[in-house]
């Protein structure tokens, strides 16, 4: 079992920056990919990016050219740097953690990101 923890969210202005961090209890090496995804009020869960083992990334269009997806295997450490943010950026985000060979994916508890305008 995996425990995944988030942190850096918070309160920020349209246009602001905001670095987001995955603390995982175990080696994120041993997983497929890692991923952050984020869920509005009202609306379902959605891919933000995503980053596999061997470094290829994923992004949704919406973040394109403004969230940057990076890894620390050393650290175990998974990191969303989002600039460029707008109001429809706010939500919880999640840490995810994809297994090989399929299966339920771990979830970290989520952190809130609210941007004003």
């Known amino acids: 079992q995996v425990q995944l923890v988030e942190s850096g969210g918070g309160l920020v202005q349209a246009g602001g920056s905001l670095r987001l961090s995955c603390a995982a209890s175990?080696?994120?090496?041993?997983?497929?990919?890692m991923g952050w995804y984020r869920q509005a009020p009202g609306k379902q869960r959605e891919l933000v990016a995503t980053?596999?083992?061997?470094?290829?990334?994923n992004y949704a269009d919406s973040v394109k050219g403004r969230f940057t997806i990076s890894r620390d295997n050393a650290k175990n450490m998974v990191y969303l740097q989002m600039n460029s943010l707008m109001t429809e950026d706010t939500a919880v985000y999640y840490c995810?953690?994809?297994?090989w060979g399929g299966g339920s994916p771990y979830w970290g508890q989520g952190t809130q990101v609210t941007v004003s305008s």
């Open positions: 980053i596999t083992s061997g470094g290829s990334t």
């Open positions: 175990g080696s994120i090496f041993s997983f497929k990919a």
């Open positions: 995810s953690a994809a297994r």
